[in-house]
């Protein structure tokens, strides 16, 4: 690192400002409210999940559609089996404390933290966590984003606004984004994104958990949102089974002809 690389408030301001940032102030609380107010609201909207996964057939991302169920402990292993345990990878070899981190992602915003899938989630909270985490792989959320009427040139906007220091929330979530150029490299992406879906996005490299086999599958099928979804058709339909399912499967499940 040299004395011109830019090094983010994450890595040099206290834990207490850290906090305090994370918070924001009254317009940024209000914000906060606001975006629970309408999670909670989509989660007994029994509509709209259907609507979107509907949307997303009939722009080929999505091939059958999942029960709610399947989604729901879908979301459940791709959080167990890649989003967990790869933030605890990531964090510890970036010297941060992953619950920390994880109390400043709550404070800053605490609907992103209970919605993995992000098909109970509004716009603006899927494109206010893929600004405040910096992702294993960006590919996912931007397929969910394409969900919404103009999503992704709102997102394209909302990044730039980012990386010029003019979002709304700025302060919260500078509070905790570790990476000092992530926005800047995720702007580059969606604006290649928006002009070819097939772009190579900015994968997260400081991860030595793909060293192993399960993690690295499990990385691969969860990557994208065609693969999440084929991986929820794969799960059982009934509600008794999935909780028995997810009791008795400790790790993801590789495929028969994988050689383990």
């Not at 209000?30 to 996964?53: H, I, M, Q």
């Not at 400043?104 to 716009?123: A, K």
């Not at 991986?231 to 028995?244: K, Q, W």
Request: proline share 7%.
């Amino acid at each position: 690192m040299t004395a011109d690389t830019p090094v983010a408030a994450r890595k040099t301001a206290s834990p207490l400002q850290l906090v305090a940032a994370a918070i924001g102030g009254p317009a940024q609380i209000a914000g906060k409210l606001g975006r629970l107010g309408r999670t909670l609201r989509l989660w007994l909207d029994r509509d709209e999940v259907g609507r979107r996964l509907a949307l997303a057939e009939r722009r080929g991302l999505v091939a059958a559609t999942p029960t709610r169920w399947q989604l729901v402990f879908g979301g459940f292993d791709m959080l167990r089996f890649v989003i967990e345990p790869a933030a605890r990878d990531y964090y510890e070899q970036q010297g941060i404390s992953f619950g920390f981190h994880q109390l400043l992602r709550v404070l800053d915003d605490p609907v992103s933290m209970i919605d993995p899938t992000g098909f109970l989630s509004d716009r603006d909270t899927i494109v206010g966590h893929v600004m405040q985490v910096v992702h294993l792989n960006p590919v996912y959320d931007l397929q969910l984003i394409e969900m919404f009427p103009d999503g992704l040139e709102d997102f394209e906007r909302q990044v730039q606004a980012m990386v010029d220091g003019t979002h709304p929330r700025r302060q919260t979530i500078s509070a905790i984004v570790e990476d000092a150029d992530y926005h800047a490299r995720l702007l580059d992406y969606v604006k290649r994104y928006r002009a070819d879906r097939n772009s190579t996005p900015p994968v997260r490299q400081e991860q030595t958990l793909r060293n192993d086999p399960y993690f690295a599958a499990a990385e691969k099928q969860f990557a994208t949102l065609p693969g999440f979804i084929d991986y929820c058709n794969t799960l059982p339909s009934d509600i008794g089974t999935l909780v028995t399912r997810l009791r008795s499967v400790a790790r993801y499940p590789l495929p028969a002809n994988s050689g383990d």
